[in-house]
């Protein structure tokens, strides 16, 4: 007998009527005569509400109850889709995460899944129920609720698919599949009916919104297929799997891009060996993620200027952690939010002379200035003024016939 995990985001349960739509989906596969384990997302927004609350008591709310209320949203989905099920006579049943339990290691807010115990819920399975299990969160070995990060579920559904050894695992969401680009943005943007494991990572790392970075490099690790598809039409979606079952016709499969990231330049640093491993030591340690790095060659050899960026929830901590460190020397540090990160991707990339040329010629016939350079085997990545950003995608798109 088949085993579906099917995924269900914020937009796809962001109301009664919507969650009814998704049983009515877990009925025609239920109906098949496949096992189904659900998993789900809280309510569209409800996330950012509860957020919200807790900033009302307090700017600096204590993480392990921040867990405790966050993971309140997908508790209330499951109990309504379980109730929905009930309602079309269907076995179903919600497994909240200390009731499987879904264990997790890590600090809260931002923990990872380790394990989860199978034997009820497999048990339930064949008894011919449906299981309902909430997204996003899990149980640490301590015994506290704690969450997984934002866009999480995506991460359990993948975890579940793995450890219950799934013959599919399928994300729903509120758009077709994966897009060349952001089609809000860039309404000639085309559905990706095949995409790479690599390539969708780079995407998701990059600011693509419709998958969690983690969830599929989990998938890619254990070669979990996944299909990313709309909750609201039955058309086929995006399939996900491994790279050599794609024929690759175009150097670049996608554009993305992101509003997250903040240049920090440190003006007039000493020119000498150790230097850099000084500056960034105390960010890493800090858990400080630093992207794109750039330094000037030093035309005196005494000093020289270090480029680099981070996330923007991250320049106050990167300033003050700099400013503290006794092991460097330097002018000062100028930061700028104001920026965006545009990437192309694609494994044709690799095989294709000229990639790189071509998109520094599109972006200086639009008079964007590049500011910073990343690269990879399969995607290459540009820090520019944020204004630009629109001008920038529409062009890549265009000059990277994907329209």
């Known amino acids: 007998m088949i085993k579906k995990i099917l995924k269900f ?31 789900v997302s809280a309510m569209s ?14 700017d600096e709310f204590n993480k392990r109850e921040l867990d405790v209320l966050l993971s309140s949203g997908e508790q209330v989905v499951c109990a309504l889709l379980a109730g929905a099920l009930t ?6 049943k919600s497994w909240l995460n200390w009731q499987i339990p879904i264990i997790t290691e890590g600090e809260h ?11 009820k819920i497999n048990e339930y399975l064949n008894n011919g129920g449906v299981a309902i299990v909430p997204g996003f969160q899990g149980i640490s070995k301590n015994g506290d609720i704690t969450t997984i990060g934002r866009g999480g579920s995506d991460a359990t559904a993948v975890a579940i698919a793995k450890i219950f050894n799934a013959d599919s695992c399928e994300i729903y969401t509120d758009v077709d599949g994966v897009f060349s680009t952001d089609p809000n943005k860039i309404p ?40 990313v598809r709309s909750t609201f039409t039955e058309r086929k979606g995006t399939k996900i799997f491994s790279q050599e079952n794609i024929d690759y016709t175009k150097s670049v499969t996608g554009v993305a891009y992101s509003k997250d990231d903040a240049k920090i330049t440190i003006i007039g640093v000493e020119d000498r060996p150790g230097v ?39 320049v106050f901590k990167t300033k003050q952690i700099l400013k503290d460190n006794k092991n460097i020397k330097y002018k000062e540090i100028i930061q700028n939010d104001k920026v965006a990160k545009v990437s192309i991707v694609g494994a044709g990339m690799v095989s294709t002379p000229g990639v790189t040329y071509k998109m520094f010629r599109a972006l200086s016939d639009e008079n964007i200035n590049i500011l910073a350079i990343s690269t990879s085997e399969i995607k ?23 329209d």
């Open 45 to 58: 927004g409800k996330t950012n509400e509860l957020i919200k609350l807790s900033k009302e008591i307090s």
């Open 109 to 119: 807010t931002n923990a990872r899944i380790i394990n989860m115990h199978i034997e």
């Open 380 to 402: 290459l990545s540009v820090i520019i003024d944020e204004d630009n950003t629109l001008n920038a995608i529409k062009k890549l798109h265009t000059i990277f016939d994907l």
């Open 87 to 92: 309602k079309r006579k269907i076995k179903a």
């Open 276 to 314: 850099a491993a000084n500056i960034f030591e105390p960010l890493s340690k800090a858990l400080i993620n630093v992207d794109m790095v750039i330094q000037n060659v030093s035309s005196d050899q005494k000093t020289t200027d270090i480029t680099f960026t981070v996330k923007r929830d991250d």
């Open 9 to 39: 985001g914020g937009t796809s349960v962001g109301t009664c009527e919507r969650i009814q739509h998704v049983a009515d989906i877990i009925q025609k596969e239920h109906s098949s005569g496949s096992k189904v384990i659900a998993v």
């Open 188 to 227: 000639v943007a085309k559905k990706i009916d095949k995409i790479s494991y690599d390539e969708m990572l780079e995407l998701s790392s990059l600011g693509a919104k419709v998958m969690q970075s983690s969830a599929v490099q989990t998938a890619m690790m254990y070669d979990i297929p996944l299909e």
